[in-house]
């Protein structure tokens, strides 16, 4: 595509909710809805500290990364059965393809679930059969990331890995996530150097509270693929330099560094920056329920207060398809889906 057409403000929201766009940066449990949570603990006849959901959502008030993780670990705690995995899935999988996403890849921590007895296989089966019913039923292609807690050890991070191993053919990598500060990437430098050798995709949560030096360690001692967040790399104009040259995309979630006060205001937020230093950054929605929006409520608040235009919904649409884990061919075939888009919006 040569040029992107010039699109009044008024028309922005519409290209924004219209375009084709892949979401990287999602974890399942982040998008357990408290309707949900409340359905799935009657169904396990789970009691949970909140008499209704509006009283749930009132908790939804966080200072800071940790104080969100509390949360959203107790509300993971009403799944127990493979039916409970694949109906969170295909909420998330609905709610995505409304907004226009056709392919996502989809964070699952098993060891929230693993801790309280399910097993391994009730989560990953739960979840791949979401995934492999939502390419026939919304048109969505979707895979899933076992995300390592790093607030756990390293033997933790080596058991759940051999647990998992059985199900190689249904995760295409790992990730690491859980509370960043004073758990640098190194301590996972030999589990991430297994799973390279076993062929899986690595990324990892870095730089979303953590310093760039954690970005820098994730890339050089993890070998990672992309950065989850990685949004503190703008303190580094060399880290900066480094992932333009070497086109490590970087996972953004604005509305998640909102709520959790990476950042004081939408308006402040420095995707702009990161696109313009020539960064893959693409725009996602970490944990939609807990955050207040899904992928176009991201897209259109991010938009609307930092004033990018529409040559950046482009970039970024197709930032999100080069950072995907597809064929080339299908990278092909998503951007060509993508300037279909864009050439006939009048
Ligand atoms: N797990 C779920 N959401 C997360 C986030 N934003 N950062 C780190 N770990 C997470
Ligand atoms: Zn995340």
């Given at each position: 595509m040569r040029s992107i057409p010039n699109v009044p403000s008024d028309r922005l929201p519409e290209l924004l909710r219209r375009m084709p766009k892949a979401e990287l940066h999602v974890h399942i449990e982040g998008t357990l809805e408290p309707e949900l949570i409340f359905a799935l603990a009657r169904r396990n006849s789970v009691?949970?500290?909140?008499?209704?959901?509006?009283?749930?959502?009132?908790?939804?008030?966080?200072?800071?990364?940790?104080?969100?993780?509390?949360?959203?670990?107790?509300?993971?705690?009403?799944?127990?059965?493979?039916?409970?995995?694949?109906?969170?899935?295909?909420?998330?999988?609905?709610?995505?393809?409304a907004d226009n996403v056709v392919h996502a890849e989809i964070f699952f921590d098993p060891q929230t679930h693993t801790a309280r007895?399910?097993?391994?296989?009730?989560?990953?089966?739960?979840?791949?059969?979401?995934?492999?019913n939502a390419r026939d039923d919304?048109?969505?292609?979707?895979?899933?990331?076992?995300?390592?807690?790093?607030?756990?050890?390293?033997?933790?991070?080596?058991?759940?890995?051999?647990?998992a191993l059985p199900l190689r053919d249904k995760f295409i990598g790992v990730g690491l996530d859980s509370s960043e500060v004073g758990h640098p990437p190194e301590k996972f430098a030999r589990v991430f150097a297994r799973c390279r050798e076993l062929g899986l995709h690595l990324v990892a949560h870095a730089g979303e509270e953590g310093p760039p030096e954690y970005v820098w360690t994730a890339l050089d001692l993890l070998k990672v693929e992309r950065i989850d967040h990685g949004v503190q790399s703008a303190k580094d104009p060399a880290l900066l330099r480094r992932l333009a040259k070497d086109r490590i995309p970087l996972t953004v979630c604005p509305l998640s560094n909102l709520k959790l006060r990476v950042f004081p205001d939408l308006a402040t937020?420095?995707?702009?920056?990161?696109?313009?230093?020539?960064?893959?950054?693409?725009?996602?929605?970490?944990?939609p329920a807990y955050f207040g929006g899904y992928m176009n409520d991201n897209f259109l608040q991010t938009f609307a207060a930092t004033g990018l235009t529409a040559p950046q919904a482009f970039q970024l649409a197709v930032n999100s398809f080069e950072a995907s884990f597809v064929s080339s061919t299908t990278k092909r075939h998503y951007r060509?889906?993508?300037?279909?888009?864009?050439?006939?919006f009048v």
């Amino acid at each position: 595509m040569r040029s992107i057409p010039n699109v009044p403000s008024d028309r922005l929201p519409e290209l924004l909710r219209r375009m084709p766009k892949a979401e990287l940066h999602v974890h399942i449990e982040g998008t357990l809805e408290p309707e949900l949570i409340f359905a799935l603990a009657r169904r396990n006849s789970v009691r949970l500290p909140y008499e209704d959901v509006e009283e749930l959502r009132r908790a939804y008030d966080f200072t800071n990364l940790q104080s969100f993780l509390d949360i959203y670990y107790a509300g993971a705690s009403v799944l127990f059965t493979e039916r409970d995995f694949e109906d969170m899935a295909r909420a998330y999988l609905e709610r995505a393809a409304a907004d226009n996403v056709v392919h996502a890849e989809i964070f699952f921590d098993p060891q929230t679930h693993t801790a309280r007895g399910v097993s391994m296989e009730t989560v990953i089966n739960g979840l791949h059969r979401a995934c492999c019913n939502a390419r026939d039923d919304q048109g969505v292609d979707a895979s899933l990331i076992l995300c390592f807690l790093r607030h756990l050890s390293e033997e933790q991070a080596f058991e759940t890995l051999e647990q998992a191993l059985p199900l190689r053919d249904k995760f295409i990598g790992v990730g690491l996530d859980s509370s960043e500060v004073g758990h640098p990437p190194e301590k996972f430098a030999r589990v991430f150097a297994r799973c390279r050798e076993l062929g899986l995709h690595l990324v990892a949560h870095a730089g979303e509270e953590g310093p760039p030096e954690y970005v820098w360690t994730a890339l050089d001692l993890l070998k990672v693929e992309r950065i989850d967040h990685g949004v503190q790399s703008a303190k580094d104009p060399a880290l900066l330099r480094r992932l333009a040259k070497d086109r490590i995309p970087l996972t953004v979630c604005p509305l998640s560094n909102l709520k959790l006060r990476v950042f004081p205001d939408l308006a402040t937020h420095n995707i702009g920056q990161l696109l313009h230093a020539g960064l893959v950054a693409t725009i996602n929605s970490d944990d939609p329920a807990y955050f207040g929006g899904y992928m176009n409520d991201n897209f259109l608040q991010t938009f609307a207060a930092t004033g990018l235009t529409a040559p950046q919904a482009f970039q970024l649409a197709v930032n999100s398809f080069e950072a995907s884990f597809v064929s080339s061919t299908t990278k092909r075939h998503y951007r060509e889906m993508l300037e279909g888009t864009f050439a006939s919006f009048v």
